[in-house]
């Protein structure tokens, strides 16, 4: 059973910062491309950054700059860390796995919500 369990979310002041983690179960860590995904209420869901199996890393531009995204094959946790976080960044979260090949993977965490507000 594949489970994408998402923590580190919360309430945090503008300029502030958050660390998410993003701990997999049930798949190979290492061979998927890991991503995390936000959506505000209203909007679409957006790539945030996503990291490659080899650690190639994709940043949106919204938080390019202020973000960096990791991930820990052992541990088999991804992370964002989020800095000088803005109103803009307030959205559900969410943690994505995805593997491309024969055949096709695409698992989704439950996500958790970051709200960024004085």
């Known amino acids: 059973q594949v489970q994408l369990k998402e923590s580190g979310g919360g309430l945090v002041q503008p300029g502030g910062s958050l660390r998410l983690s993003c701990a997999a179960s049930g798949i190979i860590f290492r061979d998927y491309t890991m991503g995390w995904y936000r959506q505000a209420p209203g909007k679409q869901r957006e790539l945030v950054a996503d990291i490659t199996r080899a650690g190639t890393t994709r940043l949106a531009d919204a938080v390019k700059g202020r973000s960096t995204i990791s991930r820990d094959n052992v541990e088999k946790t991804m992370y964002l860390q989020m800095n000088n976080l803005k109103p803009e960044d307030t959205a559900d979260y969410y943690c994505?796995?995805?593997?491309?090949?024969?055949?096709?993977?695409?698992?989704w965490g439950q996500g958790t919500q970051v709200t960024v507000s004085s």
């Open positions: 994505n796995a995805r593997f491309s090949g024969m055949v096709d993977y695409d698992y």
